[in-house]
């Protein structure tokens, strides 16, 4: 993975407080502060956020910095949106989540989702239009709302004005996190 210094990137995570998929967010969150980013963690509440891993076994419990009504987007450069299907289901469902997801792609900043997050732009009618790719089972989901799926470990679409980078599961991480260095560099 790449070494690139990231000092001048803000990243948020949106997340519910269960159910995301321990290395969608931990391993993400660690490689790019280790860049140097500020990387903001929002939940739904402040309490910890029960991790697992492979939707079913209990993961790291991890401190939010901060809510999903309290986000600011336009503080922002890039969108995190992990999986775990309890935790992308939820967050779908949530209002903030669609603020959010559209404040990004109004003002053409990067998001990125992997696995189940994809679920986020699904509902805020964010694919139509965009190739992506995500954990197989939202395929249906992803074209019944105007997308293009695709089986690969990263998948970038710039198009509609704003960069998407989507991946598949927990294996892709290397690929996925290689996408978002690159787009936050401008490479």
């Known amino acids: 993975m790449s070494t690139t210094d990231l000092g001048d990137r803000r ?7 269960y159910g995301v998929e321990q290395d969608e967010l931990v391993v993400p969150v660690r490689h790019l502060r280790d860049r140097g980013a500020q990387v903001g963690v929002a939940a739904v509440s402040g309490d910890e ?6 939707d ?37 469902l949530e209002d903030a ?18 696995c189940h997050g994809p679920w986020a732009l699904v509902e805020g009618g964010y694919v139509r239009g965009k190739t992506l790719t995500s954990y197989a089972s939202l395929r249906t989901d992803i074209t ?33 996190l290689g996408e978002i260095d690159a787009v936050l560099t401008g490479a």
């Open 11 to 17: 990243i948020l995570v949106i997340v519910t407080n």
């Open 97 to 114: 989540t669609t603020r959010i997801v559209s404040s990004f792609a109004a003002s053409g900043r990067p998001v990125a989702a992997i």
């Open 49 to 54: 956020i029960r991790t697992l891993v492979g």
């Open 56 to 92: 079913r076994d209990p993961g790291e419990s991890v401190r939010p910095d901060l809510t999903l009504a309290d986000v600011d987007p336009a503080a922002y450069d890039l969108l995190l949106v992990p999986g775990g299907t309890l935790n992308a289901d939820s967050l779908r």
């Open 144 to 176: 019944n709302a105007g997308g293009t799926w695709v089986d690969k470990s990263v998948v970038r679409d710039d198009a509609s004005g704003w960069p998407l980078i989507t991946s598949r599961n927990p294996g892709d991480l290397e690929d996925f």
